[in-house]
Structure formats: C-alpha cells, structure tokens
C-alpha cells in the first residue's frame, strides 16, 4: 500500500514502493517522452462553469507546450484571459515530474499572485494517479519538493516596473543531462 504525505490522501509520500502494470509502465513512458500526450491525458484544471475537468488543449496552446519543449528561451505574444497561465503550469508539472534536479521560480508582481499560480499547478498535481506521482518530501503554500530533487518556489518579483507583470517563469536545469554541448 503506497502512503500518502501528511495525511492528504491526494499525494503520495516519498520512498515508497509502487508496483506498475504494464500499461501502467507504457504509460508513463508515454507521458515522460511527450508532454502534451501527459498533459492532455493527465492534467486536470479548474473550469469556472463545469468545475474539475480534463485539460483539452487549443491549437495554440499545442503550439506553446511545443515551443517550450524544443526551445530553451520563450517568450510568447498572447492576449488576455487566454489559458496561457494555465499551459505554462501544465508544462512545467510535466517538467518537473519527468526531469532529475530540477528547480522552477515562479514569479509575478504580488505575492499572492504567484501563490496562486503554484495552488493550481498543487491541484493539478493531487488530481494524478499515484502511479504517476514522484513522491513528495515539501508541500506547502510557497513551494514543493518532489522525491526525484526537482522543485518549485513561488517568488514575490522586486524589480520596480513600469507596468504590470501578470506572470514570469523562469526555470533551470542543475540535471547533467540536460547540459547542451555546442
């Protein structure tokens, strides 16, 4: 029986055994080999009239996951109220669940905001099967450790600007494999 972290019966708590099917382990081989297939299988977000449902991804949203994924630096032109919040923190669950020592920042002009953002990517999270799940050792309001040394923060962003900044992630690999040679 695989034990939860802290009594949330949500997540799963780490070095703990877990026992795979094998569509279980082709599954997951799916997911670590191509996050859209885990994210639109897998995530769930939060719609304001239907409540939990499964993340079903526009066109443009394919385009994002798929611009993250084979580019280092991003920086997209999206409008307002659009669902790119939503697909960076689906990117990034998947980032950070799939990739060894890995750290994200999660940053924005209110504390609250990034607090926010982070709550979404948790609720994301608890909706994965366990089986899926890299246990966990930090869960809190601010920030989340997962067994395999990936992480994540949720930053208050200092910097005086001119305008508004709605949202700014920045991650990084400390991961060796991830080092590109030129």
Known sequence: MVKSYVN?????AQHQDQEFTQDQIKEFAKCANDP???I????KIVHLERGLVPFELYDFQKNMVKTFHENRFTICKVGRQSGKSV?????LLWYLLFNESVSVAMLANKAA????LLSRMQLAYENLPFW???GVGVWNKGSFELENGS???SLLLLVPLPFEV???IWYFSMSLHSWRTT
């Not at 949330?8 to 799963?12: D, S």
């Not at 639109?40 to 995530?43: A, D, G, I, N, P």
């Not at 697909?87 to 990117?91: K, L």
């Not at 905001?113 to 926010?116: G, H, L, N, P």
């Open 166 to 168: 709605v949202l700014l």
């Open 40 to 43: 639109e299988q897998y995530v």
């Open 151 to 153: 992480k994540i923060i």
């Open 132 to 134: 899926l799940q890299q």
């Open 87 to 91: 697909t960076v923190i689906a990117y």
């Open 113 to 116: 905001t990034s607090r926010e």
């Open 8 to 12: 949330n019966p949500l997540i799963k």
């Open 36 to 38: 859209m297939y885990f």
